[in-house]
């Protein structure tokens, strides 16, 4: 008779707590499970996350294909997009156009690249200057700079007007 009773208030309290939603740091959940004071992140009843941080996201109903990412349009909405065409990948690109399509700035800050931490590639439409190779123009604050090679002109402070070439 135990073991019946037992078994009758055990489902009676699954059947009740199934409706019910769960709180972590709140008593009063907004959703399915919500975690924060004020349910700052939340997940619904099947399984889809609502809120992070408290911004309410709505996803995508289905997983997106191959070269797609998720994206957002400022107001909470995902979805897949597409990349053909539209971002540089590490094993190459086709269908690019050369109006639209660039690796680079868009802003007046110049332009650096970086091999093992150190400077490798500089490009700065303000200085007119352009350095190519590692520790290349270094120290360089000279305006109308070209320099080319392992450490060209590297200790070179305020020169201008010239190029370098390490052999």
Known sequence: MKKLF???CIAVMALHGYS??????NTTPQSKL????SSQFQIDSIGNIKKINNIPYSFPASQGSSDQILTNNGSGSLNWTSTSGTAWGLSGNTGTSSTTNFIGINDSVALTFKVNNSRAGFIDSSTYSTFYGIRSGNSNTGNYNT?????????????????????
């Open 6 to 8: 037992s078994s009758i």
């Open 147 to 167: 320099l080319i090679g392992y450490q060209s002109l590297w200790m070179n402070t305020f020169g201008i007007h010239n190029t370098g070439l390490f052999k």
């Open 20 to 25: 019910q939603n769960i709180g972590i740091g």
């Open 34 to 37: 919500s975690v924060g004071a």
